[in-house]
T-cell receptor, first 114, second 108 residues
């Protein structure tokens, strides 16, 4: 069974540019999560999809971040325009059910904004 | 507020036992996870505790006390490959709240 896959693994962009991160969850997992880790800090929740619906987007930093999951399969996270403080590792995770079950993480997309 | 505390770094010797503590204060609680993360890799699930007590899985065990807001991860018979970051995370409704992680270095 393939794990959670993320693309790109690394991205370096200039301030003001746009970046789109993609996540393919494990097949059959309705729950998809985005998390972010900025340098030296803990991993923080961004948002949670159940199928194609946003269940909880309370962790999204601001309106420069847009997440979509059309069709309830893969998800994209777009940052537009990117700022220096957006640099970090963006993790995607998926699970079959919401609670009491294993949440599987991808290896993350490393974003550097210069 | 939400707060998860764990030591930043720990060192241990190959073959030894190490205990990584985690204390938490969160508005909600649906369980506590421990993840292992090697540099540049995905966090990998180790354990999940929702009831008080000890869960044992091979060389790794995890303990939870909900009344004390406390958990620990116990690693026995340490191997060099156990050098990694260990993340404590509490589930609050649908999201994981992470600590900053404990970086464990195992020396020969």
């Amino acid at each position: 069974e393939a794990g959670v896959t993320q693309f790109p693994s690394h991205s370096v962009i200039e301030k003001g540019q746009t970046v789109t991160l993609r996540c393919d969850p494990i097949s059959g997992h309705d729950n998809l999560y985005w998390y972010r880790r900025v340098m030296g800090k803990e991993i923080k929740f961004l948002l949670h999809f159940v199928k194609e619906s946003k269940q909880d987007e309370s962790g999204m930093p601001n309106n420069r971040f847009l997440a979509e999951r059309t069709g309830g399969t893969y998800s994209t996270l777009k940052v537009q325009p990117a700022e220096l403080e957006d640099s970090g590792v963006y993790f995607c995770a998926s699970s079959r059910v919401v609670s009491g079950n294993t949440i599987y993480f991808g290896e993350g997309s490393w974003l550097t904004v210069v | 507020g939400q707060n998860i505390d764990q030591p930043t770094e720990m060192t241990a010797t190959e073959g030894a036992i190490v205990q990584i503590n985690c204390t938490y204060q969160t508005s909600g609680f649906n369980g506590l996870f421990w993840y292992q993360q090697h540099a540049g890799e995905a966090p990998t699930f180790l354990s999940y505790n929702v009831l008080d007590g000890l869960e044992e899985k091979g060389r790794f065990s995890s303990f939870l006390s909900r009344s004390k807001g406390y958990s620990y991860l116990l690693l026995k018979e340490l191997q060099m490959k156990d050098s990694a970051s260990y993340l404590c995370a509490v589930t609050d409704t649908d999201k994981l709240i992470f600590g900053t992680g404990t970086r464990l270095q195992v020396f020969p």
